[in-house]
C-alpha cells in the first residue's frame, strides 16, 4: 500500500515521521505517473510502501477500509492530531469532504466526546454522523460561527480545518476559543491571495499547526485499528469506476456527484 507521497524512510525527517518533506520525496503524479493504471513501479518502494498481511488478501471489505490510510484517513488524523484533540473533549471540524469525514472519525478514535461538523451540504453533513459528528451545522458566515460559539460557550479548543480555502480558515480562526489551537490540512488555496487573519489569531492566542500529512508515518498504527475492526473508513468511497471510468470520476468529485471515487484496476 502506497501514500500518497513517496519517501525513502531513512532521511532526518523521515525518520521524524515527516515523510512529506522527505529529502529524496515526491508525489505521485509528478515525475511518476498517477499510479492509476494494471501496474506500478513505486520509487524507493521500501520506504514508501507498507505491507498489507497476507490473510487480507481477497478480502474486498477489509481492502476497502484499509486504502483511505494512503491519503484521505491519514490527513484526518494528521488534522486532529494538529490540533490537539483530547479524550472528552469538544472539537470543531471544518469542512465535510472526504478528509473532513476522516477528521471526525479521527477525532472520534482519539476519543473526542463532542464533535461538531460544518458544512454547506446537507447530505454530507448527514454522513458526518456516521463519522462521529454529534452536531451538524449547515447555516453560513457569521450566523454558523454564532452557532457554533453558542454550542461550545465561546469556542473550542480544538479546530480542525479541513477545505483549504480563506473563508474556511477564517472560519477556523472565528470559531476557536481563545488559547485553542487550529490543525489545517486543507491546500490553502488562496488563502496567500485573500489574507490570513492574523490579527484574529494575534487576539485569541491561537495556535496554528498545519501542512501536508505524513500519512505514510501512521499507516501502521491505523492499519492495526482497521484490521481489528476498530476503525473504518470505507463509506468515503461512493462511487467505484474501472480505469476507463477514471475522467468521470474526477468529473463526479469535481460535480459533487462523489465524495471519493476507488478505481478498481482490473477485475
Ligand atoms: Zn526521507
New binding site residues.
Partial sequence: MAPFAI?????????KGL?T?????QFWGGETDGAQGEAVRVP?AD?TLVHIPDRVEGDEKLLRALFPLTEVMGTGHHAALLAGVEEGGTCVVVGEGAVGLCGMLAAKRLGAERIIALGHHEDRLEKARAFGATDLISSRGEEAIGEVRDLTKGGSDHVLECVGAASAMQTAIQVARPGGTIGFVGVPIGVAQEGLDIFGIFRGNLTLRGGPAPVRAYMPELMEDVLEGALDPSPVFDMTVDLDGVPDGYAAMDERRALKVLIRASG
Avoid at 518533506?21 to 520525496?25: A, D, L, P, R
Fill in positions: 519517501s525513502d524512510g531513512t532521511c532526518e525527517f523521515c525518520r515523510q518533506s522527505c529529502v529524496h520525496g524507493l520506504g
